[in-house]
Every structure is written in C-alpha cells, then in structure tokens.
C-alpha cells in the first residue's frame, strides 16, 4: 500500500472535498486527485463517489478511514519528532496565553523559552477572551476552564488545576444572608465573566464527580480575575474564585467564604492544540515548559 496515497486519501475524507485537501496538503489539486485515482485502482475498488458538488466516502472507504486515520496521525508526528529535536528547535510558533495569567507567571519563562531556542520566531497573543485555535491559526491556546469540557476535534492538555470557592463581602452576606445551597444563588446577585469560561464560570460538582452549571443574574461581568475579585470586595454580589487568587482578602476578613451543598469546580488550566497532526515538538516542548512552571507555584496541582 503506497503511504503517500494513503495519506492523500485520509486528508480528502478529513477535508471533504479534493479542492480543500489539495490547499491543506499544499499540493495541486490535480495531483490529489491523480493519486487519489491510483490508490483506488491499487485497491481495486471505489474509495470515494463523488459529483460537481458533493462528496462522501464508500462503505469501503468508511472502513479504511476509520482504521487509517490515527496511523497517518502517528507518523505525521514522528515526522515532526525527527525534523525537531528539543535542542533545535526551530520555525514559526504561534500561541494564545490569558494576558493576566501570562503577567502572573509566565512572563520570564515565554522570554526564557524564545532566548533558549534561537531558531524559533513567537507570535503571543494576550487575551482573556477564548481562541479557537483553528479560527485564529494557533498552534497552543493556553486557557482556563470550569465544567466539563465541550465534545471536539481539538486537542486538550490539562496542566495543573486550581481549587474554586464561593466568596463574598460582609456587607453582602449581611444584607441577603449566607446561602446554603447553590440554587439560592439563582436569584441572589452575582458576579460572572463576560466571554472567558464560556461566559458562565458556575459550575459545581455533585456527589458523583459530574458537574453542574449553574446559570445566575449578574450585572457586573469581567473578563479579569483582578475584576472579580474588586467587585466581590465591594459588595456587588458572590462570586466564584480560584481560592489561590482570593485567599489574602479570606484571611483580611475582607471576604467570607460560602460553605454550599455542592463543591465548586475547580478551575483548570489547559492546553489547546487546533488537532493531532499539527503539534510540533516545538509547541510541545513550549507547553512543557509552561506547564513546568505552574507546577512550581504553590497551591496549583
């Protein structure tokens, strides 16, 4: 079986036309659809029917694509393993890193990263806000996360977790009480994000380990973790923070924490990577690195 064919193949059925494999391969569309033709004839039976419009796999094709897909992945990243070592790395990288979380702690090693590999150029760019990585063509989205995460293509990496508490000001507990359940806090005032998180950062965990979302009225959402926490301090309503952001203002008596019947969900950090084929052993190493470094911070897992 020619391989070169087979990936051809794989990357037509991925892409779902031949014009659109021809531009993700960077070859003619001639050439795909040639060699498309080959292997068909080398198996000696129709792979794909397709018409001026539209195109689907045969049943013969269904099989092949689901037993080939994941080797053509495998050896799509050895190719990349041998063309890189951690060494010399090299080429465009181009990531996606939350810009307070980037300030907090990542600052020096980004830097270090860049100034160890000589022959890598960094693209950062900062941003509360989510990035689809396919949308916006970076190679590692490094973003938070509550819940559970969305069915996708995409591939994930959790770094490190951050344990998640229900705080609030005295002046609000004073006025509305101490809620014990967190349906109660559907129709108190609360705090919330505006895009990052999904726009809804209240989600919870039940006995069983799944988690909840809570949906709940907020007027003061902010994409910002500084944000959050000035407005829990001035009495705008409760707010779920990761405990390691708001503990100084817990231990000050500035916030109260909020005992609930349901544990909050911890917020995690995570890697984005667009999909399988595309992940260098340079956005591995940078993901390593950044990973590395939140694991040195206390109270991160």
């Not at 951050?162 to 559907?186: C, D, K, N, W, Y």
């Not at 069983?208 to 009495?235: C, E, F, H, M, N």
């Not at 591995?284 to 911070?297: K, N, P």
Request: net charge negative; hydrophobic share 45%; charged share 20%.
């Amino acid at each position: 079986m020619n391989l070169n064919h087979l990936r051809i193949f794989v990357s037509v059925a991925e892409q779902g036309s031949i014009l659109a494999a021809s531009k993700a391969l960077g070859v003619p569309k001639s050439t795909v659809a040639r060699q498309l033709a080959q292997f068909e004839t080398e198996l000696a039976q129709p792979l794909v029917l397709r018409n001026t419009r539209h195109l689907r796999l045969t049943p013969s094709g269904r099989r092949l694509y689901e037993r080939a897909h994941c080797l053509i992945a495998a050896l799509e990243e050895l190719e990349n393993d041998l063309g890189e070592s951690d060494d010399a790395l090299s080429g465009k990288l181009t990531v996606a890193i939350p810009s307070e979380f980037a300030v907090r702690w990542l600052n020096d090693g980004v830097a270090a990263f860049v100034a160890a590999h000589p022959g890598v150029a960094l693209d950062c760019v900062t941003s509360m806000a989510p990035l689809d990585p396919v949308k916006r063509d970076v190679d590692v989205s490094i973003s938070y996360h509550r819940g559970k995460l969305a069915d996708s293509a995409m591939v994930v990496r959790s770094l490190v977790t951050m344990e998640s508490v229900v705080v609030a000001a005295p002046s609000v507990i004073a006025e509305h009480g101490r809620p014990g359940s967190i349906h109660e806090l559907t129709t108190l005032p609360c705090l919330s994000t505006l895009t990052a998180l999904e726009a809804n950062p209240w989600h919870f965990l039940d006995a069983s380990g799944q988690a909840i979302s809570l949906k709940v009225p907020a007027r003061y959402r902010v994409d910002s973790s500084t944000l959050l926490i000035a407005g829990a301090r001035a009495g705008i309503g409760f707010a779920i923070i990761p405990r390691h952001f708001c503990q100084p203002w817990i231990d000050a008596g500035e916030l109260l924490e909020i005992a609930l019947d349901l544990t909050p969900a911890p917020l995690e950090i995570i890697a984005i990577h667009p999909d399988r084929h595309g992940i260098t052993a340079r956005a591995r190493a940078f993901v390593d690195l950044v990973q590395s470094r939140l694991r040195q911070e206390p109270g991160l897992i």
